[in-house]
T-cell receptor, first 113, second 115 residues
Framework: GENVEQHPSTLSVQEGDSAVIKCTYSDSASNYFPWYKQELGKRPQLIIDIRSNVGEKKDQRIAVTLNKTAKHFSLHITETQPEDSAVYFC????????????FGKGTHLIIQP | GAVVSQHPSRVICKSGTSVKIECRSLDFQATTMFWYRQFPKQSLMLMATSNEGSKATYEQGVEKDKFLINHASLTLSTLTVTSAHPEDSSFYIC???????????FGPGTRLTVT
């Protein structure tokens, strides 16, 4: 089955700086890579996603890059703000989203004021 | 749009009893629903995938006789934890997907505590 590795487990950055979280996956059949933000006790919130036919996608301060050859994808958050503090999860699935998601272990992002 | 609800949000039950959790898609028809479990400070782990009218597909290591999943309609899936034990205490989250769409819409989760 799919295995998703995520690094780092904790990331502390100064407010206004950029944050980068990296993930690798093992199954070359995976073709959908979403990123979620989760606050304590709440549901995961989709912040951006990318499909395997695209190398990069951007939405305001958030961007995701995908390298299919190396089987890794990254989340980039620029101009970080205190409200960006949360746990972020990467995930992967195959079958055009028909299959369930395999999640990384999560990154606790801390924005220092 | 694309709202998924879960009921109950929290439940406490005694060891040995069964608990049923409902997952509903409120404004769309969900061809596929997924059930995930999340232990404190850990990631989400897929338990099973259910398609309307079909038997659920369980992930390796998930006991299908313990975690009964029913997906009787395009808007409702239920997860029943049978003979619950304290180690079943967890946050159970469902998600729903529309045929042809990649995105999964998550429910708010159910916090199960088994005493």
């Amino acid at each position: 089955g799919e295995n998703v590795e995520q690094h780092p487990s904790t990331l502390s950055v100064q407010e206004g700086d950029s944050a980068v979280i990296k993930c690798t996956y093992s199954d070359s059949a995976s073709n959908y890579f979403p990123w979620y933000k989760q606050e304590l006790g709440k549901r995961p919130q989709l912040i951006i996603d990318i499909r395997s036919n695209v190398g990069e996608k951007k939405d305001q301060r958030i961007a995701v890059t995908l390298n299919k050859t190396a089987k890794h994808f990254s989340l980039h958050i620029t101009e970080t703000q205190p409200e960006d503090s949360a746990v972020y999860f990467c995930a992967a699935s195959s079958g055009g989203g028909a299959d369930g998601l395999t999640f990384g272990k999560g990154t606790h992002l801390i924005i220092q004021p | 749009g694309a709202v998924v609800s879960q009921h109950p949000s929290r439940v406490i039950c005694k060891s040995g009893t069964s608990v049923k959790i409902e997952c509903r898609s409120l404004d769309f028809q969900a061809t596929t629903m997924f059930w995930y479990r999340q232990f404190p400070k850990q990631s989400l782990m897929l338990m099973a995938t259910s398609n309307e009218g079909s038997k659920a597909t369980y992930e390796q290591g998930v006991e299908k006789d313990k975690f009964l999943i029913n997906h009787a309609s395009l808007t409702l899936s239920t997860l029943t934890v049978t003979s619950a034990h304290p180690e079943d205490s967890s946050f159970y989250i469902c998600s729903a997907r529309v045929l042809g769409n990649y995105e999964q819409y998550f429910g708010p989760g159910t916090r199960l505590t088994v005493t």
